[in-house]
């Protein structure tokens, strides 16, 4: 059970008028912070570009390993051993004093790794775990900034500060001084020519070729319809992580965007996926399958994403993986309220366009978000179908723990509301190394190669963006 700390203080809400630049603000306010977050969108769909969020200065954190637990709330620790989601669940209940605002007003921010599902559903954990990152980690900040861009306003929220009406005072001011033409970050607009920065497979193109191989027998036999497989490109951090976000947004701007400073380590992403969403109790997940590399003119861009609709095999994997969403959702949406509202859209990204489709469906009354999350985590889009054999053929293939790669990062509100995209198109900073990983769905007709090139399609917009931030930095030496 999670012990109250009284904050003694209530929270304060304040809205000011502002055309402010997210980054600009963040690096404005949180140079320096260690706990920070910044998440964007850049692509949107729908209302889902209308808000910016970003934080810092937690009153508390949460973060787990396996089944060991801390807690820090202040100068005081706490340390335990059990379900991390039941202590994050627990969490929310005790700090739900948040002000009725519209969209985030508070919460939890950060990630799940991949291996949380291991506390949903029984599945080997048997390879090494070389990076050693936290499984669960997240923070509740004590200021929050939701900057809505169409009304050209920001809501400030501060929990806990004993001084609030001087600290939106010195918030405010950095906000005037943040506005487009005043140090403006967000850097030019045409990419600098690459630098070279090698990276480094965990797998040899032969050693991810066998491995397919390997699925692929599963899949004969019966085991499975799919089985998504990645390999991980490491890489030495050639510039400061917020520089590798910076670059990030000009080359690959997506509808999730997103920077979180943990304590040193660094998790930053263009995801172009929602694992899934709640909003009050409506829920939507965007299943995101099949995918073609963007082409070199406006004519073979269109040739490519019609050969992506018509390609057979990329159909009926999508399908499949629309069909394993609603009956995910449909573990705890009310019968009958499930539907697809969008099958096999293109939709395009820098370096690669994708087939998508949109599923919706109301929650039940007895249901909350953690339930909604174990239902649908992992997405079937990283692991296949069906899910628990395919996270069994996985641990057998892949080399090592996959970490943070193929989870969910996002918010989970004071309002039970839940937003959390999959982690993926995701650079994960470690002191002065850095990761990237990218997957591949494996079927019965895959062609190994191809499926080795489709992951290197996937991770090469943030190689770009790595490339693209060492030579901006070597311009302004």
């Not at 140079?31 to 949107?44: M, R």
């Not at 810092?56 to 801390?70: E, N």
């Not at 397919?212 to 497989?229: E, P």
């Amino acid at each position: 059970m999670i012990e109250r700390v009284p904050r003694g203080l209530p929270p304060v809400h304040r809205r000011v008028l502002t055309r402010a630049v997210p980054l600009t603000v963040f690096q404005r306010l949180y140079p320096n912070e260690p706990h920070a977050f910044l998440y964007e969108s850049l692509e949107a769909h729908g209302a889902a570009g209308r808000y910016s969020f970003l934080g810092a200065r937690p009153f508390a954190v949460l973060k787990s390993k396996r089944d060991s637990i801390t807690i820090d709330v202040g100068a005081m620790t706490q340390r335990s051993t059990g379900d991390p989601i039941a202590a994050l669940r627990d969490m929310l209940a005790v700090y739900n004093d948040a002000p009725p605002i519209a969209t985030f007003p508070g919460g939890a921010v950060g990630y799940f790794g991949y291996d949380v599902v291991r506390c949903f559903e029984s599945v080997p954990r048997d390879k090494p775990d070389d990076l050693n990152h936290p499984d669960v980690y997240f923070m509740f900040p004590g200021e929050i900034l939701v900057i809505d861009h169409p009304h050209e306003v920001v809501h400030i929220l501060l929990y806990g500060c004993d001084r609030p009406h001087d600290r939106i005072a010195e918030i405010v001011r950095a906000l005037a001084d943040c506005e487009p033409g005043n140090d403006d970050p967000r850097g030019p607009v045409d990419e600098p020519p690459a630098a070279d920065v090698p990276f480094q497979s965990n797998m040899t193109e032969s050693e991810f070729i066998r491995a397919v191989a390997r699925a692929k027998d599963y899949i004969l036999a019966g085991d499975v319809f799919q089985v998504v497989l990645s390999q991980r490109f490491h890489f030495d951090l050639p510039v400061p992580p917020l520089d590798l976000y910076r670059a990030l947004r000009v080359t690959n701007p997506s509808p999730y965007m997103y920077y979180l400073n943990l304590d040193g380590l660094n998790v930053l992403g263009s995801s172009p996926e929602m694992l899934v969403k709640l909003n009050g109790r409506r829920v939507t997940t965007r299943p995101l399958a099949g995918t073609r590399p963007r082409g070199a003119t406006p004519e073979l861009d269109r040739a490519l994403a019609d050969e992506l609709r018509a390609d057979h095999k990329e159909r009926a994997e999508h399908i499949m993986l629309v069909d394993l969403a609603r009956n995910d959702i449909g573990r705890v949406c009310r019968p009958g309220s499930i539907a697809v509202t969008d099958m096999l859209q293109i939709e395009r990204y820098s370096r690669v366009m994708h087939l998508v489709s949109n599923v919706e469906g109301m929650l039940r009354t007895d249901r909350d978000a953690f339930d909604l999350l174990a239902a649908t985590f992992p997405a079937g889009t990283v692991s296949g179908a069906p899910k628990i054999r395919a996270m069994e053929i996985i641990a057998e293939l892949e080399p090592v723990a996959r970490g943070i790669y193929a989870g969910a990062i996002g918010y989970i509100s004071f309002l039970g509301d839940m937003d959390l995209c999959i982690a993926i198109r995701t650079m994960v900073l470690d002191g002065r190394r850095g990761c990237i990983q990218a997957g591949a769905g494996i079927v019965a007709d895959s062609i190994p190669e191809r499926e080795y090139a489709e992951t290197f399609n996937k991770a090469r917009a943030l190689m770009r963006a790595v490339q693209y931030a060492r030579a901006d930095a070597r311009s302004r030496m």
